[in-house]
Each structure stands twice: as C-alpha cells, then as structure tokens.
C-alpha cells in the first residue's frame, strides 16, 4: 500500500494507541481507530454465532473476496474462496454450525491508499469444532480491506498452513493488538 504503515497497539476495550510509521494523516471516516472498532464488531458478531447479523458487514456491489485456508480434523486442507456475499454468508454460517470462534491478536493497519479504502493484516486465534490446530497452535494470518465510508468489508483473506504454521501478510510483524477488554479478545460471549 502506498500509505505509511500504522502501528495500532489496542488495549482496554477499543481504546487504541496508534503510532504512525511515515505517510500522511488518514482522511476523515477512515482513521485507524475507527477501522479497529468496525473489524472487532464483526469479529464479535461473527463470534455470537447469528448469521442475519453478519449481512451489513458485507456490501452487495464491490465485495471482492473472501478466503480462508486452513485444515480439517484429519489434517488435510481446505480452501474457501467466496468471491460474492452470498457464498460468503453461507460459508460464514456454517463456520458458526461448526461453533468457529476468532479472537484477534494483532492488528497492522495501513490509512487509505486513495481508493476510499483501509486495508490491514492480522493474526488471530481461531477454534471450530472441525478445526484441525496443526503443530503451530490455533493461530492464523490474513489481510483485509475495509471501504472507509461504509465500513464494509471487502476483502478477507486468512490462512493457517494444514503443519499449523500461520501463513499469510504480516507474518512475523512485531505489533501487538490484543483487545482484552472486548468480545473480540475473549473469542466471543
């Protein structure tokens, strides 16, 4: 992205603490706390295992993806690539089926790039019922885009290698963005 990165350390519920890595100030509706706060409702949304709810997160013209990879209970893997929102949402109620909680971790996030959009990586926890958790743990990495003036989600892209080794942008990244006091940083209610 052509902004400069912006390191966003959360703590207490949503309070961010924000440290701006170069590049100029994010336009007004697409500040960095404020794209924090929409990705954690749609993680606590996600986690209250509603599919309805999760309809808004998604806008009907100028979603592009959602993807996960990652392994079943047998180890081997698995690929899902919505590339419309109704495949997305279905896909998304049956995660909930399989009682799939996602618990954020960190959080790197990067101002508009000039589209109107705010795109950030992530590490997150994520527990299923048919979740195999690999040798690295339940942890998973991905990217994603939010429009600023909506607060859609466009993109949503995460994987976690079948060896459970987190796969993805951001690997390895040194900011922290637990969120300990939301529904997010507890992994659901």
């Known amino acids: 992205m052509r902004g400069g990165w912006i390191q966003a350390l959360l703590t207490l519920p949503l309070a961010v603490a924000l440290v701006a890595c170069g590049g100029a100030a994010a336009p007004q509706g697409c500040q960095p706390d404020e794209m924090t706060r929409r990705v954690a409702a749609f993680l606590d949304t996600f986690n209250r295992g509603e599919p ?3 309809v808004p997160f998604f806008p009907e013209r ?3 993806w959602y993807v996960v990879s990652d392994a079943g209970p047998d180890g081997r893997p698995r690929h899902f690539a919505g590339r419309d929102r109704a ?3 279905t896909y998304l109620a049956e995660r909930q ?3 799939e909680r996602l ?3 960190q959080l790197r996030a990067a101002p508009d790039d000039g589209d109107g959009s705010f795109g950030f990586g ?3 926890e994520r527990r299923a019922d048919d979740l195999s958790p690999g040798l690295g743990g339940h942890l998973a990495t991905g990217k994603g885009s939010v429009v ?3 607060g859609a989600i466009t993109v949503w892209s995460m994987g976690q290698s079948p060896e459970g080794a987190p796969t993805g942008p951001g690997q390895g990244a040194q900011t922290n963005a637990g969120i300990p006091g939301s529904a997010a940083g507890r992994g659901g209610h």
């Open 52 to 54: 309805a709810p999760l």
């Open 62 to 64: 100028g979603f592009k």
């Open 87 to 89: 495949a997305t949402l």
């Open 97 to 99: 089926r399989q009682h």
């Open 103 to 105: 618990q954020l971790r």
């Open 122 to 124: 992530f590490t997150l």
């Open 148 to 150: 600023c003036a909506t």
